[in-house]
């Protein structure tokens, strides 16, 4: 066992809630009366595709091209999910959908390696 009691466990609980729970809710507070900035309203636009970028070249950064399977795993997983979402892409649930659907295809990739 760890050498953290229940009552430090608990209060590292209630930081990572309160941690979680006040960038949330901030916003919320500080706009609900008076309309959004400009340039926040551009930023929350633009940062989530900022995001997906930087999740996606994190995601492919070590990838070794000189050794078999050549990154056709994830390759494929990439590929799967562009094609997941674009025909999902109207629904509401489309870029979840495509998460899902591809993780798993690509931990069927990695698990059962058919390529080598």
């Known amino acids: ?5 229940i009552t430090h466990a608990i ?5 990572i809630i309160i941690g979680t729970i006040i960038p949330r809710f901030l916003p919320l507070s500080i706009f609900s009366f008076s ?3 400009p340039l926040l309203a551009w930023l929350s636009r633009k940062i ?3 995001i997906i970028g930087m999740l996606i ?6 990838i070794n091209l000189s050794h078999s399977p ?5 390759g494929l ?9 674009l025909i999902f892409r109207r629904s509401s649930y489309g870029g979840l959908l495509a998460i899902f659907l591809s993780t798993i295809f690509y931990i069927a990739l ?3 390696k058919p390529f080598g």
């Not at 209060?11 to 930081?15: E, P, W």
């Not at 997983?77 to 979402?85: F, N, P, R």
């Open 70 to 74: 050549f990154g056709s795993y994830e």
């Open 77 to 85: 997983g990439v590929l799967s999910t562009i094609i997941i979402y």
């Open 57 to 62: 070249v994190y995601s492919l950064k070590d």
């Open 110 to 112: 990695v698990n059962f």
């Open 35 to 37: 309309p959004i900035p």
């Open 1 to 5: 066992m760890s050498d953290i009691d």
């Open 48 to 50: 989530t595709p900022c």
């Open 11 to 15: 209060l590292i609980v209630i930081v």
